[in-house]
């Protein structure tokens, strides 16, 4: 069984989670699952719970589980994204640990796939990108 959860939401619900004390249920939750896969962390609020929560989570499927996760951003920038530099190179170390990494560059999909958006609606870098790999 996998989950798919974009992640400020994920995040978001694990800080929910400290004010009813289900924590830990929670996180329990998510370890038993064959495959989380955390989508775009990029965009998240900045709280400072948030990289003990994902420290959590990631010892809780530590080399028990498969864990995913994609970012635009380098893994050297996600400290930053989690408001904790320093707490956030724990979690990162257990996720990295037997890691694949697949670096993805050229067009994306989503913007210029079957179903983007009209040409005049896509992002300004997209419309003077001079990577043309035709």
Do not use: C
């Not at 929670?26 to 775009?40: Q, T």
């Not at 400072?48 to 499927?61: Q, S, V």
Request: charged share 30%; net charge negative.
């Amino acid at each position: 069984m996998f989950f798919l959860e974009e992640a400020p939401r994920l995040l978001a619900d694990l800080y929910a989670s400290l004010a009813d004390d289900s924590t830990e249920r929670l996180i329990k939750r998510l370890a038993r699952l064959d495959l989380l896969i955390i989508d775009d962390l990029r965009n998240v609020p900045v709280r400072t719970e948030y990289a003990t929560l994902l420290f959590d989570l990631m010892e809780a499927r530590h080399l028990r589980k498969s864990t995913m996760v994609s970012s635009n951003l380098s893994i050297r920038q996600w400290g930053k994204v989690l408001g904790n530099p320093a707490l956030t190179a724990s979690p990162v170390d257990r996720l990295m640990e037997r890691a694949h990494i697949n670096i993805r560059k050229g067009r994306s999909y989503r913007t210029e796939g079957p179903e983007a958006p009209p040409e005049t609606d896509r992002p300004m870098e997209l419309e003077t990108s001079g990577d043309n790999p035709s």
